[in-house]
Nanobody
């Protein structure tokens, strides 16, 4: 069974950097994509970006593409979200998710086959 566990959230100041981690288990094939999402009070869950497990190809929404970087370590079964120049608007619960490559369009619409529980990032002004 697929298991996703996020870690690394915390309280930071505007302009700071923070890296989130997602530990992945239960996957036995490479044809899937890993995504990062965020949800804040009063806002719908928002797709942030994704990376293909095989190849490491990435995609980001425009508002974060110059500040966030998604990467993965295939040997450690880990996915990372490096965030820089954080802003108060970035405050949210950040979750990782995964789908088969056939679910990529749905993922970029905010939907995944499997989800982690999320980790809270709070950016103070």
């Amino acid at each position: 069974q697929v298991q996703l566990v996020e870690s690394g959230g915390g309280l930071v100041q505007a302009g700071d950097s923070l890296t989130l981690s997602c530990a992945v288990s239960g996957r036995t094939f490479g044809g899937y994509v890993m995504g990062w999402f965020r949800q804040a009070p009063g806002r719908e869950r928002e797709y942030v970006g994704d990376i293909t497990w095989t190849g490491g190809f990435t995609n980001y929404i425009d508002s974060v593409k110059d500040r966030f970087t998604i990467s993965r370590d295939e040997n450690k079964n880990m996915v990372y979200l490096q965030m820089s120049r954080l802003e108060p608007y970035d405050t949210a619960v950040y979750s990782c998710g995964t789908s088969l490559l056939s679910g990529l369009v749905a993922m970029r619409g905010g939907r995944c086959d499997y989800w982690g529980q999320g980790t809270l990032v709070t950016v103070s002004s």
